[in-house]
């Protein structure tokens, strides 16, 4: 069976995208009432964030069983490039048509299919079996 992109998987990456977001805000507007700064803060959740992404993708998503160090590694690449896309895009759109929201939304959508496909064929990817 060939490697290719199943409903499953997108639907589940999707609701543990919204997942691993929500756990980014939770813990990012708990230590600001903690008093903590808002870098810091941002920080600290977003860490968090991917955290919980990276195991509800592994373990839930992708199916992917086995503890492999190098998962750890180019997951952190991964989202090392997607980010740096994601605010190229964001720069690029607003520069075109001078609306931050739309730039936020493509960015996001963009970098959304680039963590998906990355994950799915770069970080968690399976053996196929002969």
Known sequence: MKNRIHK??????LIGGGSAVIVDY????????????MSFSKGISYVCGAIAGFLINKFWTFESKNFCRMEILRYIIL??????????VNKL???VVNVQIAGFFVATGVSTVINFLGQKYFVFMKKEST
């Open 8 to 13: 499953k998987e997108l639907y589940r990456f």
């Open 26 to 37: 939770m813990v990012y507007r708990v230590l600001l009432m903690a008093g903590a700064g």
């Open 79 to 88: 989202y090392a490039i997607s980010a740096c896309i994601n605010a190229g």
């Open 93 to 95: 759109v607003i520069s």
